[in-house]
């Protein structure tokens, strides 16, 4: 039952080289809101030596929050917030001779686009205008990736390991106590719902329909490294 395995990396969080091995495609923070070029460097190194997709992970210029702070920008300063990023990225790509496979939006500006049509759709028209080869990863079944296929540009629908999810399909906001899931039988057990099944339990005990074509797991969790050996030990075999 093997899948695509991501996980956010280039974050400073030190656990980069200790996940690598488990995962399948890296989505790597750009500057704007964790590392610099001299991390995204580094980052794509590990990659080459684990034969895992690189991708960037653009985001509101926003370190002091993480990129978790939501911005409410004009249509054209999103667009070139994704361009600026791509812009940077693909510079220490190309100086390293690796391909782009593709973006995924980090933090508040990926759950804004998961939620807002005109977000999401500046968001998929700046990727495609960029490099229209890209593959924009996205919220299962959210705008991100309605709009993105509005436009002919790649998607890959994306599902959590280590965070819940509300009746509407949405996760649930990191400020609740039950947002995250650090214990590595209740992640396995989700991520192979989510694969085998197609559903997700929310936090309500409802079923939901999902699609998993990407399986996400964030890098900077405390049990991060337990948690990407545990995955990978249950979707790789």
Known sequence: MAADFNCDLGEGTGNDALIMPY?????IACGYHAGDVYSIQQTVELCQQHNVNIGAHPSFLDKAGFGRTAYHLPESE???LIIQQLIIFSFVADTMNVKIRHVKPHGALYNMSAADAVI????ARAVKDFDPALILYGLSGSESIKQAQKI???TANE???DRTYQ???SLTPRKYANALISEEEKAVGQVLQMLQK??????????IAIVADTVCLHGDGAHAVELAKAIHKAIMG
């Open 23 to 27: 995962i399948t495609s890296a989505n």
């Open 78 to 80: 999103i667009y070139e």
């Open 120 to 123: 999401a759709g500046t968001i």
């Open 152 to 154: 002919g540009l790649n």
């Open 159 to 161: 599902v959590f390991a």
């Open 167 to 169: 009746d509407d399909g």
């Open 198 to 207: 197609g559903t997700v339990t929310t936090t309500s005990g409802k079923e």
